[in-house]
């Protein structure tokens, strides 16, 4: 009886779509041009090339600390900048306060933002400024912008509105509302997000490095393309730790800061 | 005589206020300077050198786009990028599936293996793609295909944990009914956890098709293939207007993607009950 009860009856209803998507998965594996042969061989390759890449080279760990530390300061610096510049397009972008014209060109300039991965803001900013960390700086400030501008516009128009109304009606001017209830309003939301963007922003960081913004992800790329692999362990390890901690810190403040607690 | 009691609190005072906030400000920019200094920045040469920006401006518009005529490689590297993260997200979702089944607490076979597969997850996550993709460049080639391994590895760090967490906070109820049935472990996982953590999978892999569309192409900037090869080529030859035209051509990728997921993922979760 059991045997006869189950049937593939039940899951006709996924053909279609399982169809679908193997359909697309082969597409997609022909278009990235997977290749099993060469990832079998990738695999005995990289197990015969770890070789190369351990033990780290432990004298090189000492050079690294300028270069995790310069990673670590384009970040100090183009976090808060971009946080103080989202502020501004924060407040141009929100319904409540802003004009209709200026509320599109903000919202519509933020969108375009998010829509550009900051390396390729880089690539621009490099053609123009020159490699260097100045460029890192102001690709990470402006990468900020697109996730913070967006989120505190949105905060904006979340405040309720008679407290908005009550402050003007005893007399507040424009400027002094925005002062005293819409920036006391969003900050520990700005502060908190702020700190998990330093945290991609690190990330973002590393990346930009190798491009030429300098710091650990420039190490890292250059030892490898100069073949020392055990200097570029030594860098990978180097950012590996710099990752953690700064994931660690970021959860740790903005726990302290959700718990009402102060930085 | 001493200050009256219903004064304002020292600290209060306005001229106090006045001057710690100077104190902050003055701070605030003199380490800015320190650590511009350490990084040997000069801000202020920007600025004079701004014209540098204006001379880029005018060699980039106007955006070339006779380029997706005279080069119809550039559809097909659209196609590629958008290829790449689609499969380094289901590859990493299915590899991150199996692993958090392994890394949550209630569905684990033993502590050593969750530990392991935790440890694994944690140190996956920390490493950037970056670090992945130039290793796996060496190891399988330049090319889309290195790409598409390196965004799989990260999508397992990013989704592993997720999906384990997702896994410890299912209703234990349906799976201590199959237990007690004399359903074992793996009829247990199938019918009971599965079923409960699909739509945060689903939509999770969403999320991740999002971040992983951009890592695709930062990741073709290094040699990973797809319209950031293309850009970068176009930036590295100064052909200023082609790699103008391939920046639109991202934004709009991306803008159009991200319309394109909302869709499906609407649909989706309409006949969500069916999906199990």
Redesign the interface.
């Known amino acids: 009886m059991r045997s006869k009860e189950f049937s593939l009856a039940r899951y006709r209803?996924h053909a279609r779509p399982a169809i679908v998507l193997v359909a697309?998965?082969i597409?997609?594996?022909w278009?990235?041009?997977?290749?099993f042969r060469?990832?079998l061989?990738?695999?005995a390759?990289?197990l015969s090339?770890l070789a190369f890449f351990f033990p780290p080279e432990w004298r090189a760990f000492p050079e690294m600390i300028h270069p995790a530390?310069?990673t670590v300061?384009?970040c100090?610096?183009a976090t808060p900048i971009g946080a103080a510049l989202s502020i501004f397009f924060g407040l141009a972008g929100a319904r409540n306060l802003a004009p209709p014209w200026l509320r599109l060109l903000c919202r519509s300039l933020i969108?375009?933002e998010r829509?550009?991965?900051?390396?390729?803001i880089l690539?621009?900013l490099v053609?123009?400024?020159?490699l260097?960390?100045?460029a890192g700086?102001m690709a990470l400030a402006i990468g900020s912008i697109g996730m913070l501008g967006k989120l505190v516009s949105d905060a904006i128009e979340e405040i309720d509105g008679r407290v908005l109304d009550s402050a003007a009606a005893v007399g507040a001017t424009r400027l002094q509302v925005i002062r005293h209830v819409v920036i006391p309003e969003v900050l520990p939301s700005l502060v908190s997000h702020s700190i998990f963007r330093f945290e991609v922003n690190v990330?973002a960081s590393?990346?930009l490095g190798?491009?030429g913004a300098?710091g650990i992800?420039y190490e890292?790329?250059a030892a490898?393309n100069q073949l020392e692999y055990n200097r570029?362990t030594a860098a990978?390890l180097t950012?590996?730790a710099l990752?953690?901690v700064s994931?660690r810190a970021s959860d740790f403040l903005r726990a302290r800061i959700l718990g009402g607690g102060t930085v | 005589m001493s200050a009256p009691s219903f004064a304002v609190p020292h600290a209060l005072l306005p001229s106090v206020r006045l001057r710690r906030r100077l104190v902050i400000l003055a701070g605030s920019i003199a380490a800015?300077a320190g650590?511009?200094v350490?990084?040997?920045?000069?801000?202020i040469a920007?600025v004079r050198?701004f014209h540098?920006?204006t001379d880029?401006i005018r060699e980039m518009l106007p955006p070339n786009f006779r380029l997706l005529a005279v080069k119809p490689s550039i559809w097909?590297s659209l196609?590629?990028t958008?290829?790449?993260a689609?499969?380094g997200t289901?590859v990493g979702a299915g590899i991150a599936l199996v692993l958090s089944v392994l890394a949550a607490s209630n569905t684990s076979p033993n502590r050593w293996t969750r530990l392991a597969v935790r440890t694994l997850l944690a140190?996956e996550r920390?490493?950037?793609?970056?670090?992945v993709l130039?290793?796996?460049l060496?190891?399988?080639?330049i090319?889309?295909?290195a790409?598409?391994?390196s965004l799989s590895i990260g999508s397992v760090g990013m989704f592993g944990k997720l999906f384990a967490d997702a896994i410890e906070h299912v209703d234990p109820g349906p799976s201590e009914a199959i237990a007690a049935a004399g359903g074992g472990r793996l009829h247990a996982i199938r019918y009971a956890v599965l079923p409960q953590v699909l739509p945060s999978v689903v939509a999770n892999c969403f999320y991740a098709f999002d971040v992983n569309l951009?890592?695709a192409?930062?990741l073709g900037?290094?040699g990973g293939?797809g319209i950031?090869f293309e850009?970068?080529v176009a930036?590295s030859v100064l052909r200023?207007k082609d790699?103008f035209a391939c920046?639109i051509l991202?934004?709009v990728l991306?803008?159009l993607m991200e319309r394109v997921a909302d869709f499906i993922r609407k649909r989706l979760f309409s006949m969500e009950g069916?999906l199990r």
């Open positions: 209803r697309l998965v597409a997609a594996a278009q990235c041009e997977v290749n060469d990832l061989k990738g695999i390759k990289g090339m530390l310069v300061i384009i100090v610096i969108a375009i829509g550009l991965p900051e390396i390729v690539l621009i053609a123009a400024f020159g260097g960390p100045f700086i990330r590393v990346l190798a491009v300098g992800g890292l790329n490898i570029a990978a950012t590996l990752v953690f994931e | 800015l650590l511009l350490y990084l040997r920045v000069d801000p920007a050198d540098y920006v880029l097909n196609v590629q958008v290829s790449m689609f499969l289901l140190t920390c490493t950037p793609n970056i670090v130039l290793v796996l060496i190891a399988v080639g090319g889309p295909f790409a598409t391994l951009r890592a192409v930062a900037i290094f293939g950031g850009l970068n930036r200023y790699m920046l991202i934004m991306i803008n069916e």
